[in-house]
């Protein structure tokens, strides 16, 4: 009987952990395949953008031509739309956020929904052919670099006979592969190389000119506040001032006297004999220089990296450098996260509506808030938070995104038409489902209108100050 039983819990075991491990095998090629899809879609971007530029270069006549380029643009805003998620990996996502590779396509979008408004009475100009060319480089050099991410997570092998087959790595080679930052750092750095679509095109810029509602000299970011400037002590009793307001214990710098500098200071004069240690210095030409010092609770004994911007002494970082489950349960940590954010918000003296969520259960749960006053979203003042079940650190918050745009001459916008303007705006086979909501994004206040009616169509935007159709929002239907 012994022996039957201890066959029995072998066996049942053996089921067990079987079963967990073509668990992990089914999970880990899910997320390849969900990374794969991933890249796949942004060279389908890249490809239909270059598609419709090719058919404007082709067209033989002005009415082929508007089409063409307002198909092109429709593409540029999708190409947009497509690589603002966030892409399923870690470090990609970080290179994104540090390089805002969605910029081109916005710019793209802008020239080419100009060319197709224009009047014209002939084909492309030269400097119209030439901007063109342009945008066909950036398309040439988005699907050169996707390809070779494309290659980093699937790869063809052959058998004896010469048949392919094509394999994924595991998931944890994909994640260790330091290739696959690098490939987007360098794929990120040839399109910042690249022209600016619409520099020299003088009836481009002047239709900037009268659209846009700012002055090139009135630029955005707390660098441009004018807020008084702080020094490193300053920053340091700002920083334990912002963590005093949730901590459970006593703020303490006894960490961070054990820490070295890891950069020469910049222009701002700093005492070599200062007794300020700091974990380390940066500097960001719309924000600033900025200060992180590495406090701890007495409590908790919790390690926090946070950092401090020399304008205004706003807290631009905060990192929690514990694991998770040093923290305590996923909510646990998510009820600390909102307490994070909440005294963030209310020490600016905003309000912040959530605009996305991501929930990798196994991995990470990311927020993006965005600024709300007076009824309008701006999507440009933006807070990123990230809590990570796996690693360090276990809770982030990101605002440097809001203080790029803080003082934005755009938050003095009202909109020039109402609501039901920009409904009556709407074609004859939309109906609005929702009252439109107004949004700020760049230098642009828009109406945001849900509608149904045309299969894939979600959204439509209409610019607020001109009543004048924006774009739309499209998803691809699922038949």
Do not use: C
């Amino acid at each position: 009987m012994v022996l039957v039983f201890l066959l029995i819990a072998i066996w049942w075991t053996g089921q067990r952990v079987r079963g967990h491990l073509t668990y992990v095998e089914e999970l880990e090629k899910f997320r390849t395949l969900q990374l794969q899809e991933w890249i796949t879609t942004q060279r389908g971007m890249a490809y239909s953008l270059d598609r419709a530029i090719a058919e404007a270069l082709v067209a033989s006549e002005v009415h082929l031509l508007r089409e063409a380029m307002a198909q092109a643009s429709q593409e540029a805003y999708r190409g947009r739309e497509a690589i603002w998620g966030n892409p399923p990996h870690q470090e990609i996502g970080r290179v994104f956020g540090r390089w805002d590779l969605h910029r081109p396509y916005e710019q793209i979008g802008s020239y080419l929904y100009f060319l197709a408004r224009e009047e014209r009475e002939g084909l492309l100009t030269p400097v119209e052919v030439e901007n063109i060319e342009i945008i066909r480089e950036f398309t040439a050099v988005m699907l050169s670099g996707f390809n070779e991410l494309l290659g980093r997570v699937r790869y063809t092998e052959k058998d004896r006979d010469g048949y392919s087959t094509i394999r994924y790595p595991r998931w944890q080679q994909i994640e260790q592969d330091h290739h696959i930052p690098r490939i987007v750092d360098e794929l990120a750095m040839k399109v910042s190389m690249l022209e600016t679509v619409g520099t020299h095109d003088q009836s481009y810029q002047a239709f900037l000119a009268l659209t846009r509602t700012v002055h090139e000299e009135e630029r955005a970011g707390l660098a441009f506040s004018g807020e008084e400037e702080l020094d490193d002590e300053d920053r340091l009793r700002r920083a334990k001032e912002f963590l005093s307001t949730f901590f459970q214990g006593e703020v303490t710098d006894e960490f961070t006297a054990r820490q070295q500098r890891t950069s020469v200071p910049t222009s701002s004069e700093r005492s070599a004999t200062s007794p300020i240690v700091s974990s380390g210095y940066g500097s960001d030409r719309d924000v600033g220089e900025y200060t992180f010092f590495t406090l701890m609770d007495s409590e908790t004994q919790w390690k926090y990296s946070i950092a401090v911007t020399e304008v205004g002494g706003h807290i631009m970082h905060l990192e929690l450098q514990e694991r998770a489950e040093d923290v305590g349960s996923q909510d646990e940590l998510k009820q600390w996260a909102t307490k994070i954010r909440e005294t963030w918000a209310a020490d600016e003296g905003i309000h912040l509506t959530l605009q996305e969520e991501h929930d990798e259960e196994d991995s990470h749960f990311l927020q993006s808030w965005v600024m709300k006053k007076d009824g309008i979203t701006y999507l440009n003042h933006r807070v990123d938070l990230t809590l990570r079940w796996v690693g360090r650190p276990a809770l982030e918050l990101k605002a440097s995104r809001y203080f790029h745009a803080y003082g934005s001459p755009i938050e003095d916008l009202r909109p020039h038409i109402t609501a039901t303007e920009a409904i009556n705006t709407l074609s004859p086979h939309l109906q609005a489902t929702g009252d439109p909501l107004l949004q700020a994004a760049g230098n642009r206040l828009l109406y945001a209108i849900p509608v149904t009616g045309v299969e894939g169509v979600d959204k439509i935007y209409v610019d607020a100050i001109s009543g004048q159709f924006e774009r739309m929002l499209y998803r691809f239907p699922q038949r």
